[in-house]
């Protein structure tokens, strides 16, 4: 069952991932839930940023959760990453580039524009970070290289799928993936 | 000499770098460029679509000209890129984390919302990623290579430079310039 709470959580996930969060009204917030207006702030008091900072905790959330089922386990690591991002490439394509990286341009608006945002975005991008991780020290790494290696490719992927959407392909990102799995095989074999 | 035009292109790619295209309205590009609201018109009868066009190509030549620059040819490469890439994040920090990455907000903004804005931000990344396709072609990989590289390169350093701002922390992106380096001496020792 989804509430009308958190179909306008839903809904606002969305458009801060193809449009970003100044681009974003509340009146086309209310529209493409199908929600009554007057709920929307009975909801959200803290009106338009506090519906956002649920929104990117959700994206957060989600995203881990993704890591965790998507990137399996029963193949060597670094062929396991490069279908993990390649799969990301394939869904990047089909949303028509609309979807990808929920998190990146809501981050860059609100460095400073808006406390309570740029932490909601720290406490998901770490939460992601925290599923590679563990992935990885699954993998053999130590915990200290599977901190280095998670931020390495947190911002791979990140910057992989901005392009992506960027040039209405998915070819930067595959190659993203194709680099990736390179370097892991380098990096393991260095072991 | 800084013409009047420059100067609005100039403030308008700082505030696109510092907050992106949705949060920067006209009122604030006249009000920190200092010149009279009627020559903004006069200049860019297209009002802030254009001058974010001209903006958006300005981000992409001067990256392009700062990694010709600043990528030094007299060190292996991958230290090269190791100090090159620490470089950014002190910049990042010294900027107080409002300054790097000025295309990634503009262009997860407008992957849809504008086809002008959207063409100027693919060919700025193209330009980017030329200029490392040089270097790389100068440090003997061969041309398919240093293509694949040169997006794989961009993803990191964009998004390493996002979470870097993000978590106002130049960690993030020194994490990644110090996994560049281990991707490339291993990439290098493979050949």
């Given at each position: 069952?989804?509430?009308?709470?958190?179909q306008?959580?839903?809904t606002?996930?969305?458009?801060?991932?193809?449009?970003?969060?100044?681009?974003?009204g509340?009146?086309?917030?209310?529209e493409?839930s199908?929600?009554p207006?007057?709920?929307?702030?009975?909801?959200?008091p803290?009106?338009?940023?506090?519906?956002a900072?649920?929104?990117?905790?959700?994206?957060?959330?989600?995203?881990?959760?993704?890591i965790?089922?998507?990137?399996?386990?029963?193949?060597p690591?670094?062929?396991?990453?490069r279908?993990?991002?390649?799969?990301i490439?394939d869904?990047?394509?089909?949303s028509?580039?609309?979807?990808?990286?929920?998190l990146?341009?809501?981050a860059?608006?609100?460095?400073?524009?808006s406390e309570?945002?740029?932490?909601?975005?720290?406490?998901?991008?770490?939460?992601?970070?925290?599923?590679?991780?563990e992935?990885?020290?699954?993998?053999?790494?130590?915990?200290?290289?599977?901190?280095q290696?998670?931020?390495?490719l947190?911002?791979a992927?990140?910057?992989?799928?901005?392009?992506?959407?960027?040039?209405?392909?998915?070819?930067?990102?595959?190659?993203?993936?194709?680099q990736?799995?390179?370097?892991?095989?380098?990096?393991?074999?260095?072991?």
């Amino acid at each position: 069952m989804t509430s009308t709470r958190e179909q306008f959580i839903r809904t606002t996930c969305q458009l801060l991932e193809s449009q970003g969060y100044h681009g974003t009204g509340m009146a086309q917030i209310v529209e493409e839930s199908g929600a009554p207006k007057g709920s929307l702030y009975y909801h959200f008091p803290g009106g338009k940023e506090e519906l956002a900072e649920r929104a990117v905790e959700l994206a957060g959330r989600s995203t881990a959760e993704v890591i965790r089922g998507n990137l399996r386990e029963d193949l060597p690591l670094p062929e396991a990453l490069r279908r993990y991002v390649r799969g990301i490439a394939d869904r990047v394509k089909e949303s028509g580039y609309q979807s990808g990286s929920p998190l990146t341009a809501t981050a860059m608006e609100t460095v400073h524009g808006s406390e309570r945002l740029n932490t909601a975005c720290r406490e998901a991008f770490l939460r992601i970070q925290k599923a590679f991780e563990e992935k990885l020290v699954q993998a053999d790494f130590s915990p200290q290289e599977a901190g280095q290696l998670a931020v390495f490719l947190v911002s791979a992927i990140e910057g992989g799928i901005m392009l992506s959407r960027t040039h209405h392909s998915p070819e930067p990102l595959q190659k993203v993936a194709d680099q990736l799995d390179v370097f892991f095989q380098a990096y393991e074999d260095q072991e």
